[in-house]
């Protein structure tokens, strides 16, 4: 299938030669979810920028649904939605459904089925009982979602979300992004390029991943393909009691450690993850905690491709 977004060695650096965004290459295809992830400052929402023709690249090209941006901005600009996470754009004394009717205009949808649009995003985004709310009576989440309606209002096929959830609490969001899922990827068809920094955005969400830090692509896959190029390790979850807070730093110093992560602390006992390179140190890593006056209570094998080790992996920024 033909890639509907396309990148090649697009790059941006910025006046005094600051390098944001080196020689990106991607090609997303038509109806996947395509997750941007990294640290702040990986150049997410510079590549973001550049592909929705709000930021001109230095070099390189991108191409969005046929349309090179450069060259034809206002095409490209037809066929995205872009939705940010501190949106205040909206026109306060209007009512949510007028600000919608305006942005489709503004978007040249055929104005006999503005009204048609306007109706369905509301409902799509559970706002239809604040169709004729002023746009500046409603809450912070309510305002996210109908940035999410306006982003749609026109009907692009590609949607841009950098960081949407940002403002939501855990349940809206769930809820959004299981509508992202559910009913604009699954059942309409649409693009989506998700960009966020919290991890727990991606997993079990995103079809592809692409990782970057310092405005480079890491590694592009599934996460069970990015997974797979992990090194073979074992990981363990570790429950000690009392010891001081050097515990984590002597595990790590043992050899065939490989890493030692905190995962929560209470008044009598921390749990680490503790991931073994040679599981033969086992007991100098108990030793390592009783040298701190602790002692292990628990501990169990469990499994971690998760992206946070995909990453610790590939950029080494986590």
């Avoid at 030669?17 to 020689?23: E, I, K, P, Y």
């Avoid at 901005?73 to 754009?89: H, N, Q, W, Y």
């Avoid at 592009?220 to 429950?239: C, D, F, K, Q, S």
């Amino acid at each position: 299938m033909k890639p509907i977004i396309i990148t090649q060695q697009l790059s941006k650096i910025y006046p005094g030669g600051m390098q944001a965004v080196q020689d990106v290459s991607l090609a997303i295809r038509p109806g996947e979810i395509f997750g941007l992830f990294g640290p702040n400052g990986a150049g997410k929402s510079t590549i973001v920028r550049m592909l929705t023709t709000l930021l001109a690249p230095t070099s390189g090209t991108a191409v969005v649904q046929g349309h090179d941006v450069v060259q034809e901005p206002l095409a490209a600009r037809g066929a995205i939605g872009l939705v940010t996470a501190d949106e205040r754009s909206f026109y306060g004394r209007l009512s949510a459904a007028q600000n919608l009717a305006f942005y489709a205009a503004m978007q040249n949808a055929p104005r006999r089925h503005i009204e048609e649009r306007v109706t369905a995003v509301l409902d799509l985004f559970s706002l239809a009982h604040k169709r004729d709310a002023p746009a500046q009576s409603l809450s912070t989440g309510q305002k996210q979602r109908l940035n999410m309606a306006r982003a749609l209002v026109h009907d692009p096929p590609i949607l841009f979300l950098d960081e949407p959830t940002k403002s939501m609490d855990v349940q809206t969001s769930d809820l959004v992004k299981a509508l992202i899922k559910d009913k604009l990827v699954g059942e309409q068809g649409k693009t989506v390029v998700f960009i966020s920094h919290e991890l727990y955005e991606m997993d079990n969400f995103c079809d592809r991943v692409a990782i970057l830090a310092d405005g480079r692509i890491r590694a592009i896959g599934t996460p069970a393909e990015l997974g797979a190029m992990l090194p073979r390790r074992a990981l363990y979850r570790l429950v000690a009691a009392g010891g001081d807070v050097g515990t984590a730093a002597r595990m790590t110093a043992v050899p065939g450690v490989e890493s030692v992560v905190e995962v929560s602390r209470g008044a009598s006992a921390a749990a680490f993850d503790v991931a073994l390179a040679d599981e033969g140190v086992w007991l100098e890593v108990m030793a390592a905690v009783a040298a701190g006056n602790g002692r292990v209570e628990t501990y169990r094998r469990v499994d971690d491709e998760s992206l946070r080790r995909i990453v610790a992996h590939f950029s080494g920024k986590y």
